[in-house]
């Protein structure tokens, strides 16, 4: 017997709804979003029909996504500036001293050395407080969005540029596009990407505190703007993609383009206890997902079924054994 579309709705709302929860709570107080509604949903909202259909097609879309293995977006804050002589250096940084072309929130194109002079003095005045040349303050964050080498240009700068626009509104930012063939840097990396410096006090003067919970939504919504703009793009995290290894970060790409290894000593068994945990409770939701998707009604859900069992399957054969940090020598835990 078929299980009613609804019925599957409702399956795929409640378990996002669970994990969202579950997420936030296992954030530090710290890390809590700065920007948050309490939950996943309103209590208005979750017996609204309408409202169950349109969230449970969102996460079939996000694990349709994953089944294809659409391109990861990739959001990062990289630094941040205090004072003017800071945020001057960085500006002069991302446009390569003006040979970049820049844009600030009302879509003004800035380039070569006086309009970037012209620029800074506008950001050191035109806000509720004037900055210093130097601050004890936070005054900007610098954030990166990439996608891959092969990703449209075009597309990608428009779809960052009404992002921005949407989740900065009341904030001044400029951003800067670099490509394997703009960048004059002699080394320039392969994929696109755009630096985007963004002034934390806004209009009302109000400061912007982002935390983790804050950056993955920034992740959902450059990843959103993408897929408007005609780029499929996703933003799930590794243990969703059933994925442990981060990538080496940037001081051990350095240190391998030296010939050089950074040692590890393994990872302690709480970490490993706790990270076998998330990955039990991911794999069960993917096998309750599939069974409950195989024995829908709606033909599409099959289909989506069967391309989530297939990838869950490959990525569990290429999961590699943990090493475990022990005071005497190093194991492995056989999976």
Excluded at 23 to 49: E, F, H, I
Excluded at 54 to 83: F, N, W
Aim: contains cysteine; positive net charge.
């Amino acid at each position: 017997m078929s299980l009613p579309k609804s019925y599957v709705d409702g399956f795929l709302v409640e378990w996002a709804e669970g994990e969202y929860k579950a997420q936030v709570k296992m954030l530090p107080a710290r890390s809590k979003p700065m920007l948050s509604t309490g939950g996943y949903q309103s209590k208005n909202t979750a017996d609204d029909p309408k409202f169950v259909a349109a969230k449970a097609q969102e996460i079939r879309d996000r694990l349709a996504l994953t089944a294809r293995k659409a391109p990861e977006v990739v959001v990062k804050i990289t630094s941040s500036c205090k004072g003017m002589h800071q945020i001057g250096r960085h500006i002069d940084y991302i446009s390569r001293k003006g040979q970049i072309e820049v844009e600030d929130q009302d879509g003004l194109l800035v380039s070569g050395k006086e309009e970037l002079k012209a620029l800074k003095n506008d950001w050191r005045d035109s806000g509720a407080t004037i900055i210093g040349d130097v601050s004890s303050l936070r005054d900007t964050i610098n954030v990166v969005f990439s996608m891959p080498a092969e990703t449209d240009q075009v597309s990608l700068k428009r779809a960052l540029r009404a992002f921005a626009q949407s989740e900065f509104n009341g904030h001044e930012y400029v951003f800067a596009y670099h490509t394997p063939s703009t960048d004059p840097d002699p080394d320039p990396p392969d994929h696109p990407h755009l630096h985007l410096c963004l002034k934390l006090e806004g209009d009302d003067g109000r400061r912007l505190n982002p935390r983790k919970a804050d950056l993955k939504r920034w992740r959902d919504g450059f990843a959103a703007s993408l897929r408007e703009h005609g780029i499929e793009a996703n933003s799930t995290t590794r243990l969703a993609r059933l994925m442990r290894d981060r990538g080496p970060d940037r001081a051990e790409k350095s240190m391998l383009a030296e010939g050089r290894k950074r040692e590890s000593g393994g990872i302690s068994p709480d970490r490993i206890s706790r990270a076998e945990k998330l990955e039990k409770d991911r794999l069960e939701y993917y096998y309750a997902a599939t069974r409950t998707l195989a024995e829908s009604e709606h033909p599409g859900d099959k289909e989506l079924a069967v391309a989530l069992a297939k990838t869950v399957t490959e990525r569990l054969a290429k999961l590699q054994p943990i090493k475990i940090q022990s005071p005497k020598r190093q194991t492995e835990i056989d999976r």
